[in-house]
């Protein structure tokens, strides 16, 4: 870990200690609400799949941890084309792993992973706030608010729709990477991407700050881990490390120790991004999976729009920022701070589908930045206009400036609450919903359950998306129609499985639709059945193997029976 924050130690007293980890166990508290209410809310014949948030792409993760137990490098289990396998994921590997070795469900391995990446980041992020700050307190307590807090202005949309009966631009609200407080309720694995990418930076500072390249080298070696599990981010490590580099050797004179610090992070974590890159320009499933991110229609909202999703940090930062010279006044922390929280912008918009990622991380530098704007322009400024001091003074005669300042926080830490609270009674609701993409049915468990004891793996499963996106992550088979991206061809799959079970669909149709990559099983339940109420029966190519009340599964002329 970066010397300087292990120096924060000195800095912390025990009470200041005790007030973190009351705060950090109120964050886990409020987190875990949904989860805990979403158990609780479950009906006798019904299971909570213990997911609050993107639950297709949860059953995508849990897809990956499934294979993982199997094998390292896995195949795409979400669609039915034939594939030689070609996907590693080193998080997800690591929970599938753990999964099977401890016995336990995927969602108690993912619990325990939340909660304790959550706890790390938050310390982390405390800790760095405080030796960035060093003995102004009230500003490290501003940055680690804003930087942990804060979800942006949305909530001012919330309100208009109140009144239209529409949210406009439902992007400023939603998007959840750059949000540490949505992060930690339901993608976790974003706040992972943002603790590497601060770890690194913090190898960095100190490789230059203590002329050690062995801090490079660990920098290098977290983010080969950072690639191994969000390769694209390494785009943002690249980009703020290279712009670092320049202006340190324009501010201490040419120099090859920057140079070689960054070639070190470079040159250990380039493997898995050039591999990423080559299986998504050459393995035709995968250079699909990679095109349908646009799938989503998720982007990262213009500039305009940024200020919404952003709020606070972003607009006190803009407003008071100091900018990247003169050279000499910045610390080295400070400088790459601000390079971070400048190149991170501009990558904000690189032409990618995957754009809006590039938002992970962010609201670190942000957080930062606004609370030394506030704590070291803004309120200095204000203390210098002799007619609001006088004001104040009359108002409030026995006002410090200390509890000024720690005033500040709390309108700081205040302001940005809103659009978080609502986003977590909103996750609260959808969950108390009982919809049934977050909660199967006993029957459709014990349907999977004869799938994973019956059937091979590479057996391809025939269902309807609510039932068929679980399939890879429960039974661990592959399916026809599982994920709107991973899916090869999503649209077209999803409109040949609802011809399926419409009456009127031709019986060489059907044929065909199932003939063409083999299908093995067909799943017939509550959702396959209200898409057309036909009866697959009577199908001379399918035979019952498994039924429920209202759950049946069927195997195909075409399956290799077990």
């Not at 993760?61 to 199997?70: E, G, P, S």
């Not at 003995?135 to 680690?144: S, T, V």
Request: charged content about 15%.
């Amino acid at each position: 870990m970066d010397p300087s924050l292990i120096e924060s130690r000195k800095l912390i007293s025990g009470h200041e200690w005790r007030l973190v980890w009351v705060i950090i166990v109120g964050v886990l508290v409020l987190t875990s609400l949904p989860y805990l209410l979403g158990y609780l809310s479950s009906p006798p014949d019904r299971q909570f799949m213990g997911v609050v948030s993107g639950v297709h792409d949860w059953a995508q993760y849990t897809a990956w941890m499934k294979a993982h137990i199997r094998r390292v490098v896995i195949e795409n289990t979400l669609t039915p084309e034939p594939q030689d396998p070609a996907f590693f994921n080193l998080q997800w590997f690591v929970l599938g792993r753990l999964a099977s070795w401890f016995h336990l469900p995927s969602v108690v391995v993912v619990q325990v992973f939340r909660i304790s990446a959550s706890v790390f980041f938050l310390l982390l992020t405390y800790k760095l706030c405080r030796s960035y700050f060093k003995n102004e307190l009230w500003a490290a307590w501003g940055a680690w608010l804003l930087i942990n807090f804060s979800a942006g202005l949305g909530w001012i949309l919330v309100l208009e729709k109140q009144f239209s009966g529409t949210l406009k631009n439902p992007l400023d609200v939603y998007v959840v990477e750059p949000i540490t407080f949505q992060c930690i309720i339901g993608f976790i694995h974003f706040l992972v991407a943002a603790t590497l990418l601060l770890l690194i930076f913090g190898m960095v500072v100190a490789a230059i700050e203590q002329r050690r390249l062995i801090y490079g080298l660990l920098g290098g070696l977290l983010g080969l881990i950072l690639g191994l599990t969000h390769a694209y981010d390494l785009i943002i490590v690249y980009g703020v490390l290279s712009l670092f580099a320049l202006l340190l050797i324009l501010r201490n004179g040419f120099s090859w120790f920057p140079i070689l610090v960054v070639g070190e992070v470079v040159a250990i974590s380039f493997p898995p991004p050039a591999y990423f890159l080559y299986l998504t320009t050459t393995n035709p499933i995968w250079r699909e999976v990679l095109a349908q991110f646009k799938n989503a229609l998720v982007f990262t909202p213009d500039p305009l729009h940024l200020v919404i999703l952003l709020g606070i940090p972003l607009i006190l930062t803009v407003l008071t920022f100091d900018g990247l010279f003169p050279l000499s006044g910045k610390t080295t922390w400070g400088l790459l701070i601000r390079v971070w929280c400048v190149v991170n912008f501009f990558l904000l918009y690189i032409p990618a589908d995957f754009q809006i990622h590039m938002l992970s991380g962010w609201q670190i530098p942000l957080g930062i930045l606004a609370s030394e704007g506030v704590f070291h322009y803004l309120l200095p400024g204000l203390k210098k206009q002799q007619g609001l001091k006088s004001f104040v003074r009359k108002v409030f005669p026995k006002l410090q400036l200390s509890n000024v300042r720690w005033i500040l926080v709390l309108v700081l830490l205040f302001s940005v609450l809103p659009t978080n609270a609502y986003l977590l009674i909103w996750r609260i609701r959808e969950v108390l919903r009982l919809e049934h993409s977050h909660y199967l049915y006993r029957d459709e468990l014990e349907a999977l359950k004869w799938l994973e004891e019956n059937t091979y793996p590479s057996d391809i499963v025939f269902a309807d998306l609510p039932v068929g996106m679980h399939i890879p992550g429960v039974a661990g088979n592959k399916v026809y129609l599982g994920h709107w991206a991973s899916t090869v061809d999503f649209y077209t799959k999803q409109s040949n499985v609802r011809a399926f079970f419409q009456k009127e669909t031709p019986e060489e149709k059907r044929w065909s639709i199932l003939n063409e990559f083999g299908v093995d099983y067909v799943f017939y339940g509550r959702e396959e059945s209200a898409l057309g109420n036909f009866d697959p029966s009577q199908l001379p190519y399918l035979t019952l193997v498994f039924e429920t009340t209202d759950t049946r599964i069927y195997r195909t002329s075409l399956a290799s029976k077990p």
